[in-house]
């Protein structure tokens, strides 16, 4: 069933045009993920379709009602029910909320409604990994069409069954996930290698034709003086006739060069180069040892006794919910506060939410270069990576966006000469395609690196190692973050089955205690001993399967 479409649609703000869309629909049951990156018109296009925004032509006929997840700075309160609001983990409404309790409460709001249209902008925002699965479950479930823009790529693989990308002006539809859309454009971008080739090839061909052509004409001589004249007035007639056919067909290869139809070479970044030849300035195998350190978050103490090791070149993800100690650990590591041993000529880099390394007054590349070893020529590899190309490296720091400055952040931790990396939350901010340049700058970086984070796509891609803060005291799991969620569910399954066993040799007790009893009378006595039989069956089932 048809829920909505958009007819010729187009978008400008000022001279420049965000994007145009000459036909888009939503069905029933659709879960559509809009990607593209920041600037390129997402939620302006989301605005258009939900009829927040006006298009500047073309129609939109929606033919049913929707509803709202808007970004959390765009955000009012909305009122929620008390059971909408519980299962959503936000116990009250008032003004100190934090942005995950107000995503959460937003979130709460647009799903009790259940519109057939649900519209959705950066829903994980400032949720934790509880949070994002809960919303995954919630948005795989419901009952209508879900348009959504993220930047989760975890949660656009799970969910989304079409993917809008909006990127140079337009709007492409690809089928499937997010997976299924990165392979089409893969395949997309070796179309255009094999294209372009095949354009250089015959471009040469033409030109070295051409140039052979007009060599020949003019190679044609005159007359041999020892001809008559008679002679040589044939001759030249006839030479004439040749050179002007050669001539022809010279500039027929010359119209078929115009006429070539022009294929742009694709844009292929190339990878940065990391040297950390400074590690042989240190021994051993362990970077940093934290031993019995305590943890804690204003006056609350999270942990008092918390033990681990980093090893050199180990990438280690920090994982828990909002409020756990991920980020405090982070802040007293590069502090080397008590308890933590850095091992001796190792310097650690730190980068965190707040951005104070960064000179407002300076320039992309000046703060990146500044207290860098590396050359010029690296530093800009890496900001073109980022998508920071050309003379935009030379654009002052103040008037960049959040995201932008990020990335900046980022990128002069990465050349800051240090051999183990400090991340907080690296991935905030930035959209899917700085995302996944990010992934590779960090899996090309040599030493080792701890990073906090809620991005499962990022932790399955990097870490080798997880630092769980959803245990009862934090553990350090020795393998990548696929291995942790596995080993976690078989320990969840193990817990399950313990408890089951318990619970049915607690009944059994019961069972037989009333069994005992001398007066019971007969259709009871043959009720229970059915009932015994039955848990008994149960137990032996449930105690087979936990072997």
Not at 126 to 145: F, K, N, T, V, W
Not at 326 to 354: C, D, H, M, W
């Amino acid at each position: 069933m048809l829920l909505l479409e958009a007819r010729h649609i187009e978008k400008s703000y000022g001279d420049r045009v965000i994007f145009r869309a000459d036909k888009l629909e939503v069905m029933n049951g659709d879960r559509i993920g809009i990607v593209g990156p920041n600037g390129a018109g997402k939620t302006t296009l989301l605005m258009i379709l939900s009829g927040e925004v006006q298009a500047d032509s073309g129609t939109v006929s929606a033919f049913a009602d929707c509803a709202l997840i808007r970004q959390l700075e765009l955000a009012e309160q909305e009122g929620t029910s008390s059971k909408g609001r519980q299962k959503w983990g936000v116990s009250q409404v008032h003004d100190s909320l934090s942005g995950g309790e107000h995503v959460r409460l937003k979130i709460a709001s647009a799903l009790e409604r259940q519109a057939p249209l649900l519209f959705a902008d950066e829903p994980t925002s400032h949720l934790d990994l509880s949070g994002i699965r809960q919303l995954e479950e919630s948005l795989d479930s419901y009952p209508g069409a879900v348009l959504l823009i993220s930047h989760d790529r975890e949660l656009l693989n799970t969910l989304c069954t079409r993917i809008w990308e909006v990127e140079h002006g337009a709007v492409t539809e690809y089928k499937g996930n997010y997976s299924a859309y990165r392979k089409q454009k893969e395949q997309k971008k070796e179309r255009e290698w094999v294209e372009y080739d095949a354009y250089q090839k015959e471009k040469k061909r033409l030109i070295q034709a051409v140039f052979e052509k007009k060599q020949h004409a003019r190679s044609m001589k005159d007359a041999p003086k020892r001809m008559s004249n008679s002679e040589a007035k044939l001759h030249k007639m006839q030479a004439q006739g040749k050179r002007e056919k050669v001539e022809q067909s010279a500039k027929a290869l010359e119209s078929r060069l115009a006429q070539l139809e022009e294929k742009e070479k694709p844009k292929e970044l190339a990878r940065v180069q990391f040297d950390l030849h400074q590690e042989g300035e240190f021994r051993g195998r362990t970077a940093i040892h934290c031993n019995q350190v305590k943890v804690q978050a204003g006056s609350r103490t999270l942990f008092t006794d918390l033990a681990f090791r980093v090893q050199r070149g180990q990438k280690v993800a920090l994982i828990g919910a909002n409020g756990s100690g991920k980020s405090t650990l982070l802040s007293i590591i590069a502090q080397k506060a008590e308890g933590i041993s850095v091992s001796p000529g190792i310097r650690l880099g730190y980068f965190n939410q707040t951005l104070t390394i960064l000179d407002q007054e300076l320039s992309i590349l000046q703060n990146v270069k500044k207290d860098s070893r590396y050359p010029e020529s690296t530093i800009r590899t890496a900001l073109a990576r980022l998508l920071f190309q050309g003379d935009a490296v030379h654009k002052q720091v103040s008037l960049l966006s959040g995201g932008e400055r990020v990335k900046v952040a980022l990128a002069k931790v990465f050349f800051g000469d240090y051999h183990v990396l400090l991340l907080d939350e690296p991935t905030n901010y930035l959209d899917i395609p700085t995302q996944e340049e990010l992934e590779l700058l960090l899996a090309d970086f040599p030493g080792a690196i701890l990073f906090a984070t809620h991005d499962r796509k990022l932790m399955a891609g990097l870490a080798d190692a997880v630092l769980s803060f959803d245990e009862p005291e934090p553990l350090l799991f020795s393998g990548g973050y696929q291995e942790y969620q596995e080993a976690k569910n078989r320990k969840g399954t193990r817990d399950e089955k313990a408890e089951q066993i318990l619970l049915l040799e607690t009944r059994l007790t019961d069972l037989i205690s009333r069994l005992s009893v001398p007066t019971l009378p007969a259709e009871d006595k043959e009720r229970l001993d059915r009932e015994y039989e039955e848990t008994l069956t149960q137990l032996q089932m449930w105690k087979r399967s936990a072997k």
